[in-house]
C-alpha cells in the first residue's frame, strides 16, 4: 500500500510540472508563468522632480486567480481581466492606483508564441515591456 501511495504522489507532481519550461499558450487558462524581457522608456516626464523609469531586464512571475492574474518580481500588483478578449482571442487586464497624487495605469495583453505586453501610464512616463513566457511548476489547468 505505501508503495502505491508514494507512486501516485509521484505520478501526480510529474504531471503537475509536465509543461514547466515550455512556452506558454495564453489561449489556454494557465497556473503560473514565469516571463523575461526587457522594459523600455517611450516617453519620460521633462518635470525634475519626478523619478524616471529606466530601461531595465524583467523578470514576472504570473499567477491565475478568480479576478486575472497577480504578478510578482518587477511588476508586482493584481491584474483585473477584463470581460472580452483581445480580437486575436487572448486575455487582457489592467491595473491603476492613485496614492497620493502617484498614479499608475498599467494594461496587461497575453499574445501567440507565449509573449505578454505591459504598458504602463503614469506621471512619470510610459513604459512598454514585452515579455516571452514559459509555463512554471504547475504549467496549465
Do not use: T
Given at each position: 500500500m505505501k508503495k502505491?501511495?508514494?507512486?501516485?504522489?509521484?505520478?501526480a507532481a510529474l504531471n503537475s510540472s509536465a509543461n514547466a519550461g515550455y512556452t506558454a499558450d495564453f489561449k489556454r487558462p494557465f497556473d503560473t508563468v514565469l516571463c523575461k524581457g526587457d522594459s523600455e522608456v517611450e516617453?519620460?516626464?521633462p518635470d525634475?522632480?519626478?523619478?524616471?523609469?529606466?530601461?531595465?531586464?524583467?523578470t514576472v512571475l504570473i499567477t491565475s486567480t478568480p479576478d486575472g492574474w497577480t504578478t510578482s518580481g518587477e511588476f508586482g500588483f493584481p491584474?483585473?481581466?477584463w470581460k472580452r478578449n483581445s480580437k486575436g482571442g487572448f486575455p487582457v487586464g489592467s491595473a491603476s492606483w492613485d496614492e497620493e497624487g502617484?498614479?499608475?495605469h498599467w494594461t496587461v495583453g497575453f499574445?501567440?508564441?507565449?509573449?505578454v505586453v505591459f504598458e504602463k501610464h503614469s506621471r512619470q512616463g510610459v513604459?512598454?515591456?514585452v515579455l516571452k513566457c514559459e509555463y512554471a511548476l504547475g504549467g496549465t489547468r
Open positions: 502505491i501511495v508514494i507512486a501516485a504522489v509521484a505520478l516617453w519620460e516626464s525634475p522632480g519626478l523619478s524616471k523609469p529606466q530601461n531595465k531586464s524583467v491584474i483585473k481581466r502617484i498614479w499608475a499574445l501567440n508564441e507565449g509573449q513604459e512598454v515591456a
